[in-house]
């Protein structure tokens, strides 16, 4: 049995790049970006007005002003602004030549003989200069940035029509067990749903890559290695579910090392979880999670979700949240690192939710977050601050 962290160390150490691909930018959120990508234009690309205003000279700010010409945005002006004179300006309009300030109309009053007088001298200029926010040829977006809804803007006001990004790594999904039917059906004596894959799909799905349910093979040695076998030399990470713990029927190291995996740990001192395996085969990355809902979604989040971005080249740091316990914790046994489920309340405490173990996955929506006490301590007292990682 090995710690949590060496666990990670080892799976992190096995990353291998899932390769690039060139998609269109609106199809970008959720990927992450492989390459720098640049701007073709200064942006903004001429001097534009901020304000709805009139463009004027600052040395004429204390004359009456004739107005010689409206400018909409989306117009260029044909005037150039000479002393004594202004141009009346919409947001986002180009600035005419010789002017140097945009007075906003609430500062400005309009005489009876049709001329402007500024009211207020201290105005602001109210102009956007061209490239002041972005030169021609600067990097807008680092590669290794996991794109986001404002990063679609920042593609799109940039030219970046086309974006290259990592490969979303394929990964294959089974899960074991004689007992697991399909949700549509209703379970007939000790009969169980199976809720694993369809939670890993979806935890997949949300990681940003690639996933494929290859459906649920019976407490057999033969069928499940076929089944590994195919999902392996079809895809970048395989996971499969269940048949770990060493009962009677459970085989699935066995069927990983007659598959050509090369294990490279099959126990972890962590609660729940233990029994979660990773191997590695020259086609594909192995993992052998736990049959029970919590431990293999939580060990999913823990160990795969990390894999699979370093496979895209993401460097994932989820941000803990440190608050205060609102009571005192105690667990039975402090031999492996604890998985607690917490809530976050109104006031800011965290408080445990309700959990009667690895099976109760009705829990987990309850939860804000998890807490990870270390293996040798067993109590935390109230008040103590706490790292939740947020679900
Ligand atoms: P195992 O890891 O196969 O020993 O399974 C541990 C527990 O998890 C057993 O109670 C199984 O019935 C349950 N289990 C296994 N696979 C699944 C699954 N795919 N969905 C829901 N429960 C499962
Ligand atoms: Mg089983």
Redesign the pocket.
């Known amino acids: 049995m090995i710690s949590f962290e060496d666990a990670l160390s080892i799976v992190m150490a096995s990353d291998r790049s899932v390769g690039t691909e060139k998609i269109p930018f609106t199809r970008a959120l959720g990927r992450v970006i492989a390459s720098d990508a640049l701007s073709d234009i200064d942006m903004p690309s001429f001097d534009k007005s901020s304000m709805d205003g009139f463009a004027v000279r600052k040395a004429d700010m204390h004359l009456d002003l004739e107005v010689i010409e409206t400018i909409p945005a989306g117009k260029s002006p044909k005037k150039k602004i000479g002393k004594g004179q202004c141009s009346r300006i919409m947001t986002g309009a180009m600035v005419p030549e010789g002017a140097d300030r945009v007075v906003m109309v609430e500062d400005t009053e309009t005489l009876s003989t049709g001329l402007i007088r500024i009211k207020n001298p201290f105005s602001k200029d109210n102009i956007s200069f061209r490239g002041e926010d972005v030169k021609k040829g600067d990097i807008v977006l680092r590669q290794g940035r996991m794109i986001k809804p404002e990063d679609i803007a920042v593609l799109a006001s940039t030219g970046n029509t086309s974006v290259v990004v990592s490969r979303m790594p394929e990964m294959g999904v089974i ?3 004689s ?2 039917i399909e949700p549509n059906a209703i379970p007939a004596g000790s009969q ?6 369809y939670q890993l799909m979806a935890q997949i799905e949300r990681a940003g890559a690639s996933g494929k349910y290859y459906g649920i093979v019976k407490d057999d040695e033969e069928e499940t290695l076929s089944v590994v076998r195919k999902a392996i030399d079809e895809n970048d990470i395989v996971i499969l ?5 060493m ?1 009677d029927f ?1 085989f699935v190291p066995s069927v990983f090392r007659k598959a050509g995996v090369k294990i490279q740990f099959d126990r972890i001192a962590v609660q729940p979880g233990k ?1 979660t395996t990773f191997g590695i085969h020259p086609d594909a990355f192995v993992f052998g999670l ?4 919590v431990s293999s979604f939580m060990q999913f989040e823990l160990l795969v979700r990390p894999l699979i971005y370093k496979m895209m080249g993401f460097n994932w740091n989820p941000l803990p949240i440190k608050l205060p316990l609102r009571e005192k914790y105690i667990r039975r046994s402090s031999e492996r690192m604890g998985l607690i489920p917490v809530a976050i309340t109104e006031d800011n405490m965290v408080v445990p939710v309700e959990f009667h173990g690895s ?1 109760h996955i009705s829990a987990i929506p309850f939860a804000d977050g998890i807490i990870m006490i270390p293996a040798g301590k067993d109590t935390l007292e109230k008040g103590e601050f706490v790292s939740v990682r947020p679900l």
């Open positions: 899960s074991t067990g007992e697991l169980v749903r199976d809720s694993n894959s579910t269940g048949g770990v713990s009962g459970d029994p736990p049959g029970n809902p099976a």
